[in-house]
């Protein structure tokens, strides 16, 4: 199936809803959705959390329960994903989502089980903090969540509970956009034309920093998120 997904983001400075998921397995569209948890994020201020167990109408195997401590008994009264998806989507709205290896894992089940259960397409765009990291902490050997954590001396307990793992990655993606902005205005610094200023200094599509460069047809504002985003203004 080919999914169509929203874009990959590298960095959203404001407005964005940190999510996770804990599954039944690894596999989407076979294994299943058990807890959904997210931290909207308004400004810099968390302004509303969303957290749900989900039945997911099959025996929840052991390998999962190791791993997140879910149990078929605490998810025996728990709404159906149809249920807490729908809530979730109307949480979440059109806001970007930020997550851990959701590039590949979290947003492919919440793709799957939308179009699936909801007869929807889940299209938000997204930041990956695996990438995120992957560029601003490439000294680390390894970039799981709570490697990141350990970086930045972000208390760890509750890890591979969902909104544990949201509120662990709200701190980390806080720090690591610090870095990011640092690194970007770094890198602003040692392009062509980084003393002038663009109008509004940002790209209103991904809020990068612009830069001056010239083109086949004269001079002008690109955004530093290329070729990720392609904005581009003339004057």
């Given at each position: 199936m ?7 983001i590298?960095f ?47 025996h929840i ?12 008994k605490m ?14 989507l ?12 959701i ?18 397409k889940?299209?938000n765009d ?22 990141i ?15 544990a ?20 205005a770094?890198?602003k ?9 663009a109008?509004d ?5 991904c ?5 001056q ?23």
């Amino acid at each position: 199936m080919t999914r169509e997904k929203g874009k990959r983001i590298d960095f959203c400075p404001e407005n964005y809803v940190v999510f996770d998921l804990e599954t039944t397995g690894l596999v989407p569209g076979t294994d299943q959705i058990i807890e959904i948890s997210g931290i909207k994020v308004l400004g810099d201020n968390v302004s509303e959390t969303f957290s749900t167990l989900v039945n997911p109408g099959m025996h929840i195997p052991y390998a999962a329960t190791r791993v997140n401590g879910i149990t078929d008994k605490m998810v025996r009264d728990a709404p159906s994903i149809q249920e807490a998806l729908a809530d979730f989507l109307k949480f979440t709205g059109d806001l970007v989502l930020v997550g851990h290896n959701i590039h590949t894992f979290d947003t492919n089940f919440v793709y799957d089980s939308a179009l699936l259960d909801l007869g929807r397409k889940f299209q938000n765009d997204y930041v990956d903090t695996l990438y995120l990291s992957r560029n601003c902490l490439p000294q680390l050997h390894q970039h799981k969540l709570t490697d990141i954590a350990a970086y930045f001396d972000i208390d760890t307990d509750g890890a591979h509970r969902a909104m544990a793992d949201c509120h662990m990655n709200y701190l980390c993606y806080v720090e690591l956009g610090k870095l990011y902005v640092q690194k970007l205005a770094a890198q602003k610094q040692s392009l062509p034309g980084s003393q002038e200023h663009a109008p509004d200094n940002c790209c209103p599509e991904c809020g990068r920093p612009l830069v001056q460069r010239k083109g086949r047809y004269g001079t002008f504002w690109g955004c530093t998120g290329y070729p990720m985003c392609r904005y581009t203004r003339k004057r």
